[in-house]
């Protein structure tokens, strides 16, 4: 019942405008893939790391990687040109002996620990799919192709969703065998027909995309280095 961790990092970031694809933007001097990292070497029960960088970045002795620390044992593979292939490629070259998979955005890199035991938790206690989440405090609204209004969903029954979503591996490899693509794993999970469990997310899961993301991200660390 080993924990396997895809870190997808072979997004270009392009909504960031550095040099750099997104996951080797330095944050606090570091990678924000160090940050990430970092966190996952902590994660009890992990037993395989599989990181996906970009194909011109794969090469882990390279300059771009300085500060990074690699969990011991852990991989890396060239990803895709959409998130989905990136994931399949992790996915790919985890240890066979890994049933549990969580599939993590390196974007995502101040993550704290917690959410992650707790996904691992939920698949453990026999969801196919755990996602963490948090309350949605915009109201959202569903809009046809002209962008006139078509629903206003409840806004106490909506979760904004995060990383590291977990899934049993059977599950996970199933839904990307179909080659369908999603801006979230736990998506082709459900179009199987499999409950996939909300836990609790954080605010400090938040998904680094723009420059003042990076800012945020970069006084949350000065508040608290850890
Ligand atoms: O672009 P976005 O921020 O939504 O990407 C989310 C995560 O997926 C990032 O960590 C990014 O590096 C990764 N990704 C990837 N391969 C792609 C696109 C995105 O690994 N082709």
């Known amino acids: 019942r080993g924990v396997g961790v895809v870190v997808v990092a072979a997004g270009s970031g392009s909504r960031l405008g550095a040099a750099v ?36 970045l794969a090469d882990p002795s390279g300059p771009q990687w300085s500060g990074v620390t690699l969990p011991v044992g852990a991989r890396v593979v060239a990803g895709g040109s959409e998130r989905t292939d990136s994931v399949a490629a992790g996915l790919a070259a985890l240890d066979p002996a890994c049933h549990v998979v969580l599939v993590h955005d390196a974007a995502r890199c101040l993550t704290p620990v917690g959410v992650f035991e707790r996904v691992v938790a939920g698949v453990r206690a026999g969801y196919a799919g755990v996602v963490p989440g948090v309350p949605v405090v915009d109201t959202v609204k569903a809009v046809d192709e002209r962008g006139v209004v078509t629903g206003t969903p409840q806004r106490s029954a909506l979760r904004a969703v995060q990383t590291p979503q977990g899934f049993r591996r059977d599950v996970l490899e199933a839904a990307h065998a179909g080659g369908s693509g999603a801006t979230d794993d736990a998506a082709l999970v459900e179009a199987l027909g499999h409950e996939v469990l909300v836990v609790d997310g954080d605010a400090r899961a938040f998904k680094v995309t723009t420059v003042d993301d990076l800012a945020h991200a970069e006084r949350l660390l000065a508040a608290d280095p850890g």
């Open 21 to 56: 694809p997104k996951a080797f933007v330095p944050l606090a001097g570091r990678p924000l893939l160090a940050w990430a990292l970092d966190t996952v070497a902590g994660v009890p029960g992990v037993v395989s790391v599989v990181v996906v960088a970009p194909a011109a």
